[in-house]
C-alpha cells in the first residue's frame, strides 16, 4: 500500500491504523504499508516514524516535493526493489478513501483481475460533498481522457485508489510516465491497459477530507490538457494517419469549393456545403480501407458510413457555421474563413469518428469487467 503524503500528520494518525486493521481480513497476501512522504513541513515523518514501533511492516521514505506522480514512481520503484510486492495498492493518505474495502479488491484481484479501482463515478458511486463546481470539473476531466485521449470506457479515469497486479505494473514504461502532478493517475492507467490490464470497477462514496487542504495547483491543471494530448499521440499510427486522411479532406473541399465558387460561379453559401459532403465521402472511404482497417467493430460497412456521416455531418455543420461567423461577421477573407472552418471541423469529426464509427472491441474490458461489482456477486460479502 503505498500512501504519498504532504503535510497529512493530522490524518496519517487514524489512516495507517485503519490500513493495518484490513490485515486481519486479508488471508492470501501480507500487507505492508509505504508512505512516501515530500518532506512534510508539519511533522508528518515524525507521525509515521512513531507508528513504526506499533507496526513492523510500516515503510518511510521521503524526499523532495515534485508532485504526485513523482511521489508514486519513487515509491513504486522502492516497492519493486525492496518488497518484491504482488499486488501495488494506490490510495490516498487523506481519509476520503474507504480502507475496508481494501479485502474486497484483493479478492477481486485474486480473481483475476489486473486492475481493481475505486470509482467514484460508476454506478452506486457518489461524491457527496463536491460542490457543483467539483463535480463539473471531475465529469469534464474523466470526459476529455476518455474521448480525447483515446481511452476506452472507464467510469473513473483520475481515481487514486487502485489495485494493480505488479507484473503489469512492470511492463509499464515509466519514461513516458513523465507526468509530474494528478495527471499521473491517467497516465498510469493508459500504460496498464495498453499492457492488457483486465479491469474491474468498484463503487465507492467519496467524502471531503477532515484535515488539510487539496494539493491540486493550476499547474496541475494544465499538465492535465498537456497530458490528454500526449496520450492521443502515443496512439501515434492511427491518430498519423486518420491527420494524413483529414489534410487530403482539406484539399478536397478547398478544391471543391474553389471550383465551384471560381470556375462555375456557383454562389459561396452552396458551394460550401457541396465541398464538405464530398471531403466526407472521399474522407470515410479511406479511413475505412486504411486508417481503421484493423479495427474490429463487429459493425457492417453502411451502417459505419451511416455512423461517420452523422458525426462527420456535426463537424461539417461547425465548419459551416465558423465560416459563415467569420465571413459575414468578421468580414474575413472567404477562403481564410474556410480553411478556419475546415481546421475546426476537422478537430471535432476525427474525435467523433474515433469514439464512435470505429470504436475498438476491446479486450478484456467488455461491460462486465467495467461496470460495478453487482448486486448479486460473490464479492459483495467482502463489502462493510
Known amino acids: 500500500m503505498i500512501l504519498p503524503t504532504y503535510n497529512e500528520a493530522e490524518n496519517v494518525k487514524f489512516v495507517i491504523p485503519w490500513i493495518f486493521e484490513q490485515a486481519d481480513h486479508i488471508s492470501s497476501h501480507e500487507l505492508h504499508v509505504l508512505v512516501v512522504d515530500d518532506n512534510s513541513p508539519d511533522g ?47 490510495m490516498d493518505a487523506d481519509g476520503q478513501h474507504d480502507a475496508t474495502l481494501i479485502p474486497l479488491f484483493v479478492d477481486l484481484a485474486n480473481h483475476g483481475f489486473s486492475l481493481v479501482i475505486g470509482s467514484r463515478f460508476a454506478p452506486g458511486g457518489s461524491t457527496p460533498d463536491f460542490t457543483f463546481r467539483r463535480k463539473l ?73 477532515q484535515y488539510g487542504e487539496s494539493k491540486l495547483s493550476m499547474q496541475d491543471q494544465v499538465e492535465f490538457l498537456l497530458n490528454i ?22 484539399f478536397v473541399n478547398l478544391g471543391i469549393y474553389i471550383f465551384l465558387t471560381r470556375i462555375l460561379g456557383v454562389a459561396i453559401e452552396l458551394a460550401s456545403p457541396i465541398a464538405i459532403e464530398t471531403s466526407i465521402i472521399t474522407n470515410f472511404l479511406l479511413n475505412h480501407y486504411w486508417t481503421f482497417i484493423s479495427r474490429s ?84 460479502a467482502g463489502l462493510p
Open 44 to 90: 508528518t515523518q515524525d507521525v509515521v516514524s512513531s507508528l513504526m514501533s506499533q507496526y513492523e511492516n510500516l515503510h518511510l521514505i521521503s524526499g523532495k516535493k515534485e508532485g504526485l506522480g513523482e511521489a508514486y514512481k519513487r515509491g513504486m520503484a522502492y516497492a519493486s526493489e525492496k518488497l518484491s510486492p504482488d499486488l501495488v495498492f494506490e
Open 137 to 209: 470539473i471531475s465529469r469534464v476531466g474523466n470526459w476529455m481522457i476518455r474521448f480525447l485521449g483515446g481511452l476506452p470506457r472507464i467510469y473513473d479515469c483520475t481515481s487514486g485508489f487502485r489495485c494493480i497486479k505488479a507484473d503489469v505494473l512492470e511492463k509499464s514504461e515509466f519514461g513516458f510516465l513523465s507526468t509530474r502532478g494528478y495527471s499521473f493517475q491517467s497516465s498510469l492507467l493508459f500504460e496498464l491497459l495498453r499492457n492488457g490490464a483486465k479491469v474491474i470497477e468498484v463503487p465507492i462514496v467519496f467524502p471531503d477530507r
Open 229 to 250: 494530448v500526449k496520450l492521443r499521440f502515443r496512439q501515434s499510427e492511427e491518430f498519423i494517419k486518420f491527420l494524413t486522411v483529414g489534410f487530403s479532406g482539406v
Open 297 to 380: 467493430t463487429g459493425t457492417s460497412f453502411f451502417r459505419k458510413f451511416f455512423i461517420f456521416h452523422m458525426a462527420a455531418g456535426v463537424a461539417g455543420v461547425i465548419n459551416y457555421v465558423v465560416f459563415l461567423t467569420l465571413l459575414h461577421v468578421f468580414n474575413m477573407y472567404d477562403i481564410l474563413s474556410n480553411i478556419i472552418g475546415i481546421c475546426v471541423g476537422a478537430l471535432f469529426n476525427y474525435f467523433l469518428n474515433s469514439y464512435w464509427t470505429w470504436r475498438k472491441i476491446e479486450a478484456g474490458t467488455d461491460a462486465t469487467q467495467r461496470g460495478r461489482v453487482s448486486s448479486d456477486s460473490p464479492f459483495d
